[in-house]
Nanobody, 128 residues
Framework: VQLQASGGGLVQAGGSLNLSCAVS????????IGWFRQAPGKEREQVAC?????????YTSDSVKGRFSISKDNAMNTVYLQMNGLKPEDTALYFC?????????????????????WGQGTQVTVSS
C-alpha cells in the first residue's frame, strides 16, 4: 500500500492550492482516505475524509469547512484536497492516510490512530 501526496507550496493568504494523494496497490472502492495536517508543535489534525461512493457526504472539519473540499477520481486512484481562501494558520505539513472501509459508518472527527497507511507529507505555507 502506497500513498503519494503532492501539490503543496508557498501561497499568499487568500490563495488556493489543490493537493493530490495518489494511491497504489489498493482500490479507493474499499478504503477511506483522510487528509491530515500537522503544524510545528501541534497535534496531527484530520481536516477531511472520504469513503467509497456509497458513503455519507465527504467530511471536512469545522476549521476548514467552506474553504476546503475533498473529492476523488476512482479511475485515477487519486484523492484531492482543494484548498481555497487559505490563511496563515493553514500552514502545516499535509498528509494523506488510508484504512479499509469495511464496518465503518463515518470517518468524521477521526484521529490519526484510526488510519493504517500513511503517505509522506507535502508542505503548505501561507504567507500573510
Amino acid at each position: 500500500v502506497q500513498l503519494q501526496a503532492s501539490g503543496g507550496g508557498l501561497v499568499q493568504a487568500g490563495g488556493s492550492l489543490n493537493l493530490s494523494c495518489a494511491v497504489s496497490e489498493f482500490t479507493l472502492d474499499y478504503h477511506i482516505i483522510g487528509w491530515f495536517r500537522q503544524a510545528p508543535g501541534k497535534e496531527r489534525e484530520q481536516v477531511a475524509c472520504i469513503g467509497p461512493t456509497t458513503y455519507r457526504t465527504p467530511y471536512t472539519s469545522d476549521s476548514v469547512k467552506g474553504r476546503f473540499s475533498i473529492s476523488k477520481d476512482n479511475a485515477m486512484n487519486t484523492v484531492y484536497l482543494q484548498m481555497n481562501g487559505l490563511k496563515p494558520e493553514d500552514t502545516a505539513l499535509y498528509f494523506c492516510a488510508a484504512r479499509p472501509s469495511a464496518g465503518v459508518a463515518f470517518c468524521g472527527g477521526w484521529g490519526p490512530t484510526k488510519y493504517d497507511y500513511w503517505g509522506q507529507g507535502t508542505q503548505v505555507t501561507v504567507s500573510s
